[in-house]
């Protein structure tokens, strides 16, 4: 059984890296010709880099958008979660669903009908929104909270609620109870939810695209006007820059705040004695 | 769990039902006025109201282009769960820095724009590439999987398998493992175990998972038009070449309501499976 | 119960507080500042991002005292945001292709230049359209085409040594499953199917000869796509053999070492004519009536032949040897492109393409 899940967990990682792994040797490749294997490593497409200003302010643009996202999405996205999996909300499943189902617009439906809205909104005298970040940053937010809630919301299922009530049965207040048991136990949906929410603004495009300025170019955008003139290595020296650059980041964070350990080793230890005593 | 607890309260939906009403009510409101005018070409302009966008959901090239969307979505997310669980399953185990590592290894794919990974794609399927290499040294003609259902299926796979393994992994850790060793010492067999106590504890990780991915894939542009060439035709490319080229705006609006429905109801199933199971599974 | 409360303490309420400032900052903070009145933002189309910020830019921007503001945009995209912020654009000055500016004009959405020898009402006028040549325009109410780039056969060398030199060679079965074309997501797809009607019966109208031509050729085609860089991408791979692509990105690819060529098919490469339009209704109109003026100067033509390599719109500018000259390209009716696009592609649908 075991041998089963490693050879399955192997393929996914096949699966997962294939095609990164393949964007990372072209961005080494000597010429924009992919060779396999490669006739020699070369780091030119890394130094063409430095004539591609907006590929570098992209980059900057949608990290910082991404954390943004991922930060207001965790702020608007907590509360709701704890709304919809502690006690009883009537409708509680289809408020799941509104929430939700934005997903499934696709990129151009919404971005135009953003666009739309914002234009109306100039239009009967208000300020001219498009062109700044906050349709965008707007944007973000509706895609980036469902990812939040759900993984939030599905922790805290998962979890057992008599901790909770063992805790208040303790005299704790509700406050107490919240940050010292309930979030704690919804660390690792946090975490997933976090880590999903900046992922998926990091890497949208569409939303982008029709809201873009040209203040608001993110990666994604400068990445198609690059792909758009030439078609050479330079995308995947940027693309391999940017793991690197958000791996170095990951790393730092996890060193000083354990982020990316869904639930840090120590911790695991004493609340499985905390789990097993009752 | 029969008992109702009093809960923390609707209050604390605000935040998030205000950022829905104010960023997707109007666009979505807007969608049902374009998609209540008759379809055609520049038809929103003419002003005629009829139903008309959505019976042409049902004939022409449409139905097929759905129910592909739908078997794609459908395969992607079981594909993602065979692949997304086992390496969910490491990974809730692994301690301290190798955990930030498969964390880390496993997320990476995706800080790679989705251009960028259809290209390596290219590169991996190709005739000429990864794949008809490795052909030809077995000896065979080389081959390749581009601009195939495959390939749309594989790029898809990839793009939601990190979303499927955090949720499942985020699930997988909220699992004690004191209940999987009374379960153990109890007599039953790794096995038993898997099915009667850890997949079911699971189940809000899998459906929160399985949500994303589904609906995600279902609603995907950019990996069907870069890698399903011109057959590989799906809903959402059908939506923007109304759009775009067509300028049918009526029947897009349509198509995307349709879509909005499709995964809506699902979305509110899927939440009432995982309620409902969690309950049972603390209720016992 | 005492042990699991102690280590995180503090840390949630802070991150919480951490998400909801951020929360604010997000939404607020970058809401701020009014449209710039010294910049003027212009719509083009990505790949030629470069081209505006270095070739034209700077000598307007001495001389007005503006900053022009580029974003990266296709040209039906482009168009969507014109059509969706009808009148009231966010975008200054369009660098678009002329099948969606006729497509915008007949919807009264762009600002209709004086003197339009195709007849319309006009209400803009620029003094740099007299030396413009009558080729150039190609619609009522929209401004001519401040040029054309060229498209012709890029090919990849190590498969097709010899590559086929005539829009009638593409039938060659040698090519079999080889060529990406485009369909109709694209604009090159309508302007094929133009060229092969306009060569099998001698009007671009014709679709039904159009169709037949496509039909012959349909055996080699291994895939109508949407982008033109996928297609040279997979051109340079050798995965597809040969597509229609323009020679400045044939040049780039050779040079950075790929298996890339670039010719011109003997009864002529394709002029897809485009350049700037102001849509209706812009903030800074004057501005970009300007801007639209200055592109029609000799200097802003001699750029577009002389570093562009593309075809200009006067007569009156050196065009460098190597570039395709205007009379020799294919150029078509772009009005009645776009009147007939919808319906083209419905067909396209029905015949090229079956679901």
Known sequence: MVAALRVLAALAYLVLLAAPLAV?????????????????????????????????????????????????????????????????????NIVLAVLLSPLSLPGLVLGLGILTTASAFAAAGGPALVGTFLPLGAAH???????????????LESAAP????????????????????????????????????FVISFGNFALSLFLASGRTVTLPVAIFEAVDRYQDPTVAAISTVTILVTAAAAVVADRFAGVMQLRGPARRRERGRAGSAP | MGRVRRGPGPLLLLPALAVVALVAAVPVGLLVRTALFAPGAF????????????AALFEGPFPAVARRTVRLALLTTAATVVLGYPVAVLLSRARGGWRSFQTLLVVSPLLMSTVVRAYGWTLVLGSQGVLGGFLENLGLPRAGLL?????????????????????LAASLDRIEPAVIEAARSLGASPGQTFLRVALPLSVPGLVAGGSFVFVGSLSAYATPALLGGSEVRTWVREIQELVMIRFDWPTAAAASLALLLVAALLLALGAALSHRRSARAFGQ | MTGPT????????????AGALAAGAFTGGWACGPPDPNELVVAVPPGRIADLETAFAPPFEAVHGVRIVPVGLRSADQAARVRVERGNPSLDVLWIDAGEAALLARENLLDPPTGNPLGGPGSVTLPNLAGVERGAWFSPGALPASFASTIGFLYNTDALPDPPRSWEALADPALANRLALFGFGSTLGPLTLAALSRLASGDERDADAGFAALARIRPNVRLFGASGPAANQLVAQGEAWLTLGLPSQARHLAAAGA?????????????????????????????AHAFADYMFSVQAQETAAGELLMAPARSDVRIPAGVPRPEDLLRFDMVALGRLRAEWADRFRAEVLPE
């Open chain 1, 24 to 92: 990372i040797l072209y961005a080494f490749s000597p010429t924009a010709a992919f060779e396999i294997p490669p006739s020699g490593l070369s780091l030119r497409w890394f130094a063409a880099l430095t004539d591609q200003p907006r590929l570098i302010s992209g980059l900057v643009t949608s990290l910082w958008l991404g954390f943004g996202a991922a930060a207001a999405a965790l702020a608007c996205g907590i509360p709701a979660a704890l709304a919809l999996s502690r006690g009883s909300l009537p409708g509680r």
């Open chain 3, 259 to 287: 298996p890339v060529g670039w010719i011109e098919p003997a009864e002529g490469a394709l002029a897809l004519p485009q350049g700037i339009q102001v849509p209706a209704g812009s903030p800074r109109a004057a501005l």
């Open chain 2, 43 to 54: 038809a929103e302009l003419s002003g005629e109201t009829s139903l008309a966008s959505f």
């Open chain 1, 162 to 197: 008599e901790l909770e009530e063992q805790a208040r049965s303790l005299g704790a207040g509700p406050l107490t109870t919240l940050f010292l048991v309930t979030l704690p136990t919804a660390r690792p949906g946090i975490v997933a939810g976090a880590v999903s929410a």
């Open chain 1, 141 to 155: 937010l509706l895609i980036t909270i469902p990812w939040v809630t759900r993984s939030v919301a599905a922790s």
């Open chain 3, 6 to 17: 102690r280590p995180p303490r503090r840390r949630p309420a802070s991150v919480i507080a």
């Open chain 2, 147 to 167: 601009h195939t259902e495959a390939a749309v299926l594989l790029a898809l796979t990839e793009s939601f398998l990190p979303f499927m393994i955090l949720a």
